[in-house]
């Protein structure tokens, strides 16, 4: 990819605006009966005519044959070598929820898990205790007092929580206290650095309070901490864009990715026609809107090909009036594939419409996955669709003299 | 792309031929009436045919995304890595107007400008002077005496000028004296490292008489440097390829380009029907030929769709007589798009067309952006170019056993 430090040096801030709507989980693999994806399979009157006057391609999100996550997907889009810039399990716990992370805070992804007598693992994730237990047990372990430093116990879901340490000198440089199996001892945690072992004597003296604390809630008797890790040292988009740039999504997990790179942060919780409405409400005061709808992922995670058609129709209907705004310059693509059949994320290239005024149409006809096969950007890694967006959008001046 | 190091290993010198004909700002895009391109409008008879017998593709000179200045465009197209071989802009001045930098000189390109009293700048371009006035000025800078160095002060165009400094111990790293703003003093010349400090003494100095002797030439009072470079350090094309290779050109910056990577620069500034006229006389001499064919990249920069289309089709009828030498690899391509919608450099790909006995062709019938877009190379970086054009002249063996 184009290095980040080189865009810096020929990007210039101007009025042209470019609108990036992300639809979670995009692309798709074919049903069985009908041969068609569920892109393919759902009607799509506005976005087929829009990939006729624009550009079609594919993307990998990371590289071909790799699945990725929802963090590694979206800083692609956005542009960030997803293989330079990592985001830590523990932040992306945190982020999921909504925590407000702060640059020197230690995350953590954290389980209930049960030991026996002897202290070793007999299921670790206590039988999914429900998620109402899970709020019950971070409440108890949010007691806990820790010298010098704060700690949160955050819950996320059954089993599940977030765990965050905020203070100065701490550092992330620690081991998973998970064991990954049962029949083992959770390990302490250990400072892979020395500079982190200040940070290790203070987990380890949490885990132990939280021990004593959880061994009458038996199954969820103990604590397993994984993914240790600080917020990444990543250059806002404003600062190597120019942009002044904002998300419009409504759930945590892409406002806090979105917040990550310097985003504006505008909430719209109900679905892709409220978003077009902040979209519209705020479109004088920002150059680069990333929208981002999340139901065709979810509907591809549970199987359900029917829904997921019918999430992408409605983004269909929403499209008259992004398109009343004229926005200079429009991408429309995924973070990542969830074909119904996988039941979850997948490896499968993602399709990507691109339209401006410059942008060489090609002869795609519909926006489909067969159709951005053949289409005029080829396939390309996601993190050439900014400067793709930035040159359309004339925002980009020449590369040497 | 293939590293050089390796290409340099498995290369071989044979009797084969290859000629690479570069139509600057060679890509399009449609004109809104037709919906179709420059190359698209052309008449190109003989085109289409070597289409149809060859193979087609389009290239990305530096990036989707990234719109290449000239020195970038050609290096990739020799196979050079844009990124990692960087030529400055003071080095590209001198090189544009053709003169023969050496290894050591130091080089920057100059701005006549206009100062008030107080030395702050008025006028970055001193109200664009004429281009008699720029040589009347050059030839009073150019009396200046500097000690242990000789200095020289071309006139390029307008306001412009290209300043070069020869002797032993210079440096180029130093800062532009460009503040690249009104109402500011020029910056004094400052080292960005120790080593160059003796070199920034010596600019200094330049710039005190040039004020001097400028003072009663108001509005050019005073001079702005900036891109202070030397020669890339390049490894030349005979060592890289073992290739004899010759640049056919009627303009002086792209001869600077070819000498850049070691090619024999043989003049011709008759257009194309003279190029391949020197191309014939020189068949013999040469096992690589670079002709390059300007006009189609300055009727671009001029908007001038007729006179793009019109380039197009003088070099179509040029190409029997290339055709009769019986090269056996022909490249036809651009190093860069320059659409007439948008006078200037675009980061559109350009049209690539391959011929070679051993080409595999595809199923192209024409030279077009669009056909080149389903050709049998793909979408490739233009640094791909020079392996294809090498294999296709059986010039490189085996990679590994």
Not at 131 to 157: H, N, Q, Y
Request: hydrophobic share 40%; proline share 6%; aromatic share 6%.
């Amino acid at each position: 990819m184009f290095p980040l430090e080189e865009i810096k040096k020929i990007s210039q801030a101007s009025p042209s605006k470019i609108v990036m709507l992300v639809i979670d989980g995009l692309g798709g693999l074919p049903d069985t009966k009908t041969g068609k994806t569920e892109l393919e399979t759902a009607h799509t009157p506005y976005l087929d005519e829009l990939a006729k006057k624009g550009i079609c391609g594919l993307i990998d999100p990371v590289s071909p044959g790799i699945t990725p996550g929802s963090g590694p997907g979206h800083l692609a889009l956005f542009g960030y070598d997803p293989l330079r810039f990592t985001i830590g399990r523990g932040v992306l716990e945190a982020l999921g929820i909504g925590f407000e992370l702060k640059k020197n805070d230690v995350a953590a992804r954290g389980n209930f898990c049960t030991v026996d007598k002897k202290g070793l693992i007999t299921d670790r994730r206590a039988g999914r205790i429900t998620t109402d237990k899970c709020i019950e047990l971070c409440t108890l372990l949010a007691r806990i007092k820790l010298p010098e430093v704060d700690s949160f116990v955050l819950p996320v879901k059954e089993h599940r929580f977030a765990f965050v340490l905020r203070g100065s000198k701490l550092h992330a440089e620690l081991n998973d206290t998970d064991p990954q199996k049962t029949g083992a001892a959770p390990y302490p945690a250990k400072h892979a650095k020395q500079i982190a072992k200040h940070t290790a004597d203070i987990v380890n003296n949490f885990i132990k309070q939280a021990s004593g604390i959880l061994a009458r809630h038996h199954p969820a008797n103990m604590i397993l901490l994984r993914g240790f890790s600080k917020l990444p040292d990543i250059p806002s988009m404003s600062d190597i864009y120019k942009l002044t740039p904002a998300a419009i999504a409504g759930y945590p997990m892409y406002k806090g990715l979105a917040k990550l790179v310097g985003m504006e942060i505008l909430s719209a919780e109900g679905g892709i026609q409220e978003e077009i409405r902040v979209l519209t409400d705020c479109y004088n005061k920002h150059d680069f809107f990333y929208v981002h709808v999340k139901h065709a992922d979810s509907a591809g995670e549970d199987g359900d090909f029917d829904r997921k058609v019918k999430v992408i129709e409605q983004v269909d209907s929403a499209l008259p009036k992004l398109l009343n705004l004229k926005p200079d310059v429009i991408i429309i693509t995924g973070d990542h594939s969830t074909p119904t059949t996988l039941k979850g994320h997948s490896w499968h290239p993602v399709p990507l419409l691109l339209y401006s005024q410059y942008c060489r149409a090609d002869n795609a006809q519909a926006f489909s996955e067969s159709a951005c096969l053949s289409g005029g950007l080829g396939r390309i890694p996601a993190t050439d669709i900014m400067p793709l967006a930035m040159a359309n959008a004339l925002k980009l001046t020449k590369f040497g003299a």
